[in-house]
């Protein structure tokens, strides 16, 4: 039986196919539901929510060059699909990228949180 080991994290615009590859080091991940509490006759407090779950995933991308920083840069706001070292998917947008510099002007880390849209796969 072949097994596929995967060490690297990979980013891809879903309009136009281009691909970005790097290591990473961990995933935070958090889902919620857009909702509040109203309050009604008589003091009733009752909640009301919006349909739907939220996610999101924060993802760090590890010794990447000044190209493809700037190449992130361009996909802000662009729907991505994003893979991991597991080998999950995750399909969605993020809306900026936080940049740490070394020492090495060669090298940045790069975060991104990726916030998931639905997806309709087939034709």
């Known amino acids: ?31 919620d539901q857009a909702g509040e509490v109203r309050t009604y006759a008589g003091g009733r407090q009752r909640s009301v929510t919006i349909a739907g779950e939220r996610g999101q995933f924060s ?21 991505v699909q994003v893979r991991d070292h597991r080998g999950q998917r995750f399909f969605g947008v993020f809306f900026g990228v936080n940049i740490v510099e070394y020492k090495d002007p060669s090298f940045y880390d790069v975060a991104i949180v990726l916030r998931t849209v639905t997806v309709v796969e087939g034709v």
Do not use: C, Y
């Not at 080991?5 to 991940?29: C, E, F, H, I, P």
């Open 59 to 79: 993802f760090r991308l590890l010794d990447v060059s000044l190209a493809t920083v700037e190449l992130l840069r361009t996909w802000i706001g662009a729907d």
């Open 1 to 31: 039986m072949a097994v596929l080991a995967l060490s690297k994290l990979w980013v891809n615009r879903m309009d136009n196919g281009q691909a970005v590859s790097a290591q990473s080091a961990g995933r935070g991940r958090n889902h």
